[in-house]
């Protein structure tokens, strides 16, 4: 007999094997592995989906339950999505099924709907005779009957008595009156159209139409057009001979057409037939791309980070290289921050690789994305672009895969399952063979470092294209500004800047990048602001629990009453966009200060009508959040003023350091990217902080070194891991008691281990930043190791056996690995 091993979507992660079932005789040809079926599953023998991972012969057998029902016509998954599937378990603490499913569209979903049908061969006297007496029973079976059969739970709940039916459809079960069945529904179906075509040659048709012509003159119409067209889609018939599609379907009858369905896509890109040579590359940009080049077609899996300033024409040697992949007969996936993801860049891929270009994106709907996949699986577009979730797109053949703004958080999963892109970017490219390439003009420190340690290769390019210069940039010292009676929020430089951008009618952007629950406290006499005691940072005030706290060592103290010196009173500093615009419409009536954040998008001014604005209107002044700091080329674009630098400096985290310094360098980059030379201007409360200071020299190289030495002596990534165990309940004691509990166990693994710079640590439980979310409270517990096989063993343990004690009833436990927020 043929034995299938299958991954379970009902099982937990504590009980997440390869489960054993008989194959049905009529279902071993049809069956492959990465095909779904329906099985039964636990004590109550519920349908559970599943995954089928392999297939074997095996010795005859009767213990096993046997596979219900297929689900896939063809694979959803090919061998290489099994194998990614079993290791995203393994890597990221997830069930096989929750990994399969998050690397399907959600257009392939299933919904399992339960429901109940009259049992083959029971008539309606058999049922009658055998409900009487029982009012409830009766009634369920008169719903069946009259819902033609089959009712799914919800509709028989429905029945208004008040009461909970399955005890009586447990009874009418062993009856046998009624048997159980799962139905497995999709969210989204394939979709189709009839397209006709011509059954007979055209002069036998239109000699058969003939003699009708009078009397059936649509008929006539249609097959005259047809015989013109060859074939034609029968919307398309009807709509240019206005005839019925019974009109049609009478002509398919008549065997004068022959009607066929096929598959159409839901996603439309403009079709782009003349497809655009690439511009030349500059010197360095040739140089780089030769290098990436080679390693590309060297037939081993490689990595590489190109590491390019603002301006210096990444998205170029992209192009090129993409071209290169395509030539080779491969594909390519490019991925880039939610965001970053404009129509124009878009536009720009289209219009050099046209039809073959595939996007998949959370902008469009299920369907579209749906069918934008299935292009991509059957090999009618090769080059893919789109955020996180492209990292799974189903490429045969992987050439190349890029991570644009590679440190960016948004490439971490906070989802079901918690990935990070590249590393299942790497893992697609080992099994390809392909090259991965890492795009950034601030490298994250792992990334950098991976290329000191020569485990990428690196490539970079100095200088902007063109050799426009980079802009000048200026700190002003908001004490200061206090100091002398200027609270407004804007400083008198970043005025008389925007006022010569008026002036001289070029564009600017106001960034501010309001976040929500941590705010700075500063002296509103001397200006001081409060710093941790253990390391050189300031502390950030927390709302939550109303004390200051250190984000690198989490040091935490009471909220001073008074400037511990001077006595003055302490004052909470920062302001949202729209108070900022407020003010600066006060100060410049009459000029557009247009404003982009969370609340000004909505679904009819999507975040590229505003910037197209911005572009072809020339408003004056754009201020933002985020959205406006990354990806924007606009060559008119002079000025950038940072309204509040250190905003970002104060999240509770270990790469505040490195996101601020991202950040600022992102927004400084927008201005002087055309002829024109660029200025911006950052505000800042803490004009001495190093990673202001560096920013505004834009010195990424020396910001490195010195964020490396902090994380070596702080023990951070990437010089140990941090696996992050976070758990979630409605009764704090409850949480915190399986918070030791997970202490305890970790404890073993740990102590032998200790000494050393490598040595593991072990560190809270800690609130999380927010304590209590939806009456839920969250604490963590901390690892601090070298993340490798036997550590994930253990942590695999301890998390099977949380989950399955019998004292963490209600809790969640979600594990991060190098967490970014
Ligand atoms: N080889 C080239 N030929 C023509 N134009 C180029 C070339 N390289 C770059 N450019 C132009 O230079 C500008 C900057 O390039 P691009 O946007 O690719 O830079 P980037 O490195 O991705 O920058 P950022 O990191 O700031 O987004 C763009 O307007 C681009 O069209
Ligand atoms: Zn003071
Ligand atoms: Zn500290």
Not at 332 to 356: C, D, K, N, Y
Request: hydrophobic share 40%.
């Amino acid at each position: 007999m043929m034995l299938a091993k299958i991954a379970l979507s009902a099982a937990t992660f504590a009980i997440d094997r390869p489960y054993s079932y008989r194959v049905p005789a009529q279902l071993e040809n049809l069956l492959e592995p990465g095909m779904r079926v329906l099985v039964p599953f636990g004590k109550g023998n519920r349908s559970s989906e599943g995954l089928v991972l392999s297939l074997e012969q095996a010795e005859e057998t009767h213990r096993l339950k046997e596979i219900q029902t297929l689900l896939d016509r063809r694979p959803v998954l090919t061998p290489e999505g099994i194998q990614l599937a079993l290791w995203m378990r393994e890597r990221f603490f997830c069930t096989v099924y929750a990994a399969a499913l998050t690397m399907l569209p959600t257009g392939l979903w299933y919904v399992l709907k339960e429901g109940y049908a009259l049992a083959p061969g029971v008539d309606r006297e058999t049922w009658e005779a055998k409900t009487a007496g029982h009012p409830r029973a009766r009634q369920v079976m008169t719903l069946l009957h009259g819902a033609g059969g089959r009712a799914d739970l919800a509709q028989i709940r429905a029945i208004p008595d008040g009461k909970d039916p399955r005890g009586v459809l447990r009874e009418l079960e062993k009856a046998g009156l009624v048997v159980r069945e799962t139905q497995a529904r999709r969210k989204v179906k394939d979709k189709t159209e009839q397209i006709a075509s011509l059954a007979v040659d055209p002069a036998e048709a239109l000699a058969r139409m003939e003699p009708r012509r009078k009397t059936a003159p649509m008929g006539y119409e249609v097959t005259s057009l047809l015989c013109n067209l060859g074939s034609a889609s029968v919307k398309e018939l009807c709509y240019f001979t206005g005839a019925s599609h019974q009109t049609v379907k009478s002509l398919e009858k008549r065997g004068i057409l022959r009607l066929q369905e096929r598959e159409v896509f839901r996603h439309q890109l403009p079709d782009i037939r003349q497809t655009q040579p690439l511009s030349p590359l500059n010197e360095a940009q040739q140089a780089a791309y030769e290098g990436l080049r080679a390693l590309m077609n060297g037939g081993k899996p490689e990595a590489a980070l190109l590491y390019g300033v603002t301006g210096s024409g990444k998205t170029q040697v992209y192009l090129h290289l993409i071209e290169q992949t395509l030539a080779a007969g491969r594909g390519a996936i490019v991925m880039v921050p939610e965001i970053a993801l404009t129509p124009s860049l878009l536009q720009l891929f289209l219009t050099h690789f046209g039809r073959q270009v595939a996007v998949l994106h959370s902008c469009l709907s299920t369907g579209e994305r749906y069918d934008e996949w299935k292009r991509v699986r059957d090999g009618q577009a090769s080059v893919v672009i789109g955020t996180r979730s492209a990292v799974f797109a189903p490429l045969a053949d992987v050439g190349l895969m890029i991570l644009d703004e590679e440190q960016e958080s948004s490439y971490q999963s906070e989802s079901m399952v918690r990935y990070h892109a590249r590393e299942v970017a790497k893992f697609r490219c080992t099994h390809h063979k392909g090259l991965l390439l890492l795009g950034s003009a601030t490298p994250a420190v792992e990334s950098r470092y991976a290329a000191e340690m020569g485990q990428y290769h690196l490539f970079t390019l100095r200088q902007r294209y063109n050799a426009h210069q980079m802009p000048k940039v200026r700190l002003v010292d908001m004490k200061q500004e206090l100091r002398q009676g200027n609270a407004t929020g804007l400083s008198g430089l970043l005025r008389e800047e925007l006022e010569e951008n008026l002036r001289r009618g070029e564009q600017s952007i106001l960034f501010l990048n309001r976040r929500g629950n941590s705010r700075m406290v500063v002296c509103s006499q001397c200006g001081e602001v409060p710093t941790c005691p253990r390391c050189s940072v300031h502390l950030t005030y927390h709302s939550a629990n109303g004390r200051l706290m250190c984000h690198y060592c989490g040091h935490s103290q009471p909220l001073p009453e008074l400037c511990p010196h001077c006595y003055g009173r302490l004052q909470f500093v920062g302001m949202g966009t729209q108070k900022l615009q407020e003010a600066l419409e006060e100060s410049y009536p009459g000029v557009e200060i247009m404003r982009m954040d969370a609340d000004t998008i909505t679904a009819t001014q999507s975040h590229e009508v505003l910037l197209d604005r911005f572009r072809w209107k020339q408003v004056p002044i754009l201020l933002g959040t985020q959205m406006v700091a990354k990806g924007l080329d606009f060559a008119n674009v002079t000025l950038v003023g940072v309204v509040d630098g250190d905003l970002s400096l104060y999240a509770d985290n270990y790469r505040a350091a490195e996101r601020t310094f991202s950040l600022l360098t992102q927004v400084v980059g927008r201005a002087g990217r055309g002829e024109k030379l660029g200025r911006a201007v950052i505000q800042t409360w803490t004009p001495d902080n190093d990673v202001i200071n560096l920013a505004a020299r834009q010195d990424y190289d020396t910001f490195y070194e010195e964020e490396r030495e902090m994380r070596r002596m702080l023990r951070f990534p990437p010089f140990l891991d941090l696996f992050r165990i976070t758990l979630s309940g409605p009764e704090e004691t409850q949480v915190l008691r399986a918070c030791a509990v997970i202490r305890r166990s970790l404890e073993p693994w740990v102590k032998p281990r200790q000494q050393g710079p490598e040595g593991p640590e072990v560190l809270g439980p800690a609130p999380a930043p927010v304590l209590k979310v939806n009456n839920r409270y969250r604490y963590r517990v901390l690892l601090k190791c070298r993340n490798g096989r036997e550590i994930r063993a253990v942590l695999a343990q301890i998390l099977q056996a949380a989950q399955q004690d019998r004292a963490n009833r209600g809790l969640s436990i979600a594990m991060d690995v190098n967490p970014m927020d």
